[in-house]
């Protein structure tokens, strides 16, 4: 009796070891689950030979996915991300790829004035490019596809062109000169695609008119004399080209779909002189050239869109733009922050230096970075009520800088022996 008691413990000891050690082979499972990779899980949709992962497919395709769809359907998510848990159109790990580069443009908070025939060349050009891509249009009118807007330097076209966007609830994926180079051959050419396409996706599933946005196009893609022309800057001319042949087929380096378009986005770009740039390219049909050069009632209406608040009357600013005829948009602007210098200057010496000058020689001057950088009592300076005495005043001090600029020419003096040849240094004349 004894022992049959004893062999029916040792039968159960057997069977709860053997239950633990399955209990453990199922934990040890759940926890490589756990720590699966993306670089080991095998792609829906087949791939290479039906055993590739999801992320050897994604980086073989493109170095970036642009397309929010890519990635969130059940026959591209990894075997990872799929399942009943996060459902079928569901973001890959953290969404980025939902990643979005418009500009808005609500940041501009007040009453700007946007120069009439600025503001109905920007909307019909969108307008016509929208319309021609809903079939509004017949698809064998030559609608061009970029605005090029152009003219002299400082008066205002980036931003009378962000107000009109503004006005017309559209957004803007934003480029600048600077990205048109690159250390690799072929990034701004792709990246141009890239945000052509993200343009019009994210367009099409927010609602919103879209535009691609170039500044200063011509300091990227203009051919000056002594500057070679690179491999980026023909393949950047030969993307907007072809854009404007096949605004509604990109390629950004994945496989080409039958049937897979894009929405058709409008370019709008701003430049100083497109006679540099690549004459096929701005040719009628592929860019409508603007020549932004604002009326004398333009200029007195956006002056005194920026001294509204410092107690200048219309008349003021016709006076003070008669005074300073030659003068650009952007020397009123910057005339009208150099005001602010007296109050800093006051407040400095007040508040931070105790009562001492800034030029007396005892003065902390490290106790400014100090206030500045742990941001600590820091004023709010108010708009100052200005005279047009005050104003005409500083611009003839500012008139006076640039004057010294111009008939130093310092830049002779410097290579004058340094045996450098003529064109050496870009930009300088004289």
Request: charged share 25%; with cysteine.
């Amino acid at each position: 009796m004894a022992l049959e008691k004893l062999e029916a413990q040792k039968r159960e000891e057997k069977a709860i070891e053997e239950r633990k050690a399955r209990e453990w082979e199922r934990e040890k499972a759940r926890r490589r689950g756990l720590m699966s990779s993306s670089w080991t899980a095998k792609e829906a949709g087949g791939g290479r030979g039906g055993g590739a992962d999801y992320l050897y497919e994604l980086g073989k395709k493109s170095f970036q996915n642009t397309n929010v769809d890519a990635g969130q359907n059940v026959s591209m998510i990894d075997s990872l991300f799929t399942g009943g848990y996060l459902g079928s159109q569901s973001d890959i790990a953290d969404g980025s790829l939902r990643n979005e580069e418009f500009r808005s443009f609500n940041h501009f908070v007040g009453d700007y004035y946007i120069a009439p025939a600025f503001l109905e060349k920007v909307a019909i050009h969108i307008a016509k490019n929208y319309m021609v891509d809903l079939g509004m249009i017949d698809k064998k009118v030559r609608i061009p596809l970029i605005l090029g807007i152009w003219g002299e330097k400082g008066m205002g076209k980036t931003f009378q062109t962000e107000l009109a966007l503004k006005k017309l609830g559209a957004e803007a994926v934003v480029m600048s000169a600077g990205e048109l180079e690159h250390e690799w051959a072929g990034t701004p050419g792709k990246l141009i695609r890239e945000r052509y396409k993200k343009a019009g996706e994210l367009s099409a599933n927010r609602g919103k008119l879209s535009v691609l946005l170039i500044n200063d196009i011509d300091a990227g893609l203009g051919h000056f004399a002594d500057t070679q022309v690179t491999v980026n800057n023909q393949m950047v001319i030969g993307t907007l080209m072809n854009l404007c042949d096949h605004p509604n087929t990109v390629s950004v380096g994945g496989d080409w779909k039958e049937g897979n378009s894009v929405r058709r986005t409008p370019i709008i770009v701003t430049g100083n002189d497109f006679t540099k740039m690549f004459a096929p390219l701005i040719r009628d049909g592929r860019f409508e050239k603007f020549m932004w050069k604002p009326s004398i009632d333009d200029l007195v209406n956006i002056v005194h869109s920026m001294y509204q608040d410092d107690g200048l009357s219309m008349d003021d600013v016709y006076a003070l733009i008669k005074r300073f005829p030659k003068q650009p948009l952007d020397f009123f602007g910057a005339l009208r922050a150099s005001q602010y210098d007296n109050q800093i200057r006051a407040w400095i010496e007040r508040e931070v230096l105790g009562g001492q000058s800034l030029s007396h020689e005892s003065s902390n001057m490290a106790v400014i970075s100090q206030r500045l950088i742990q941001q600590t009592d820091l004023p709010k300076f108010e708009p100052m009520q200005l005279t047009l005495q005050d104003v005409v005043r500083e611009g003839e001090r500012l008139e006076q800088e640039q004057e010294h600029v111009m008939s130093n020419k310092l830049s002779k003096d410097y290579m004058r022996d340094t045996g450098a040849p003529r064109g050496a240094l870009v930009g300088f004349r004289g």
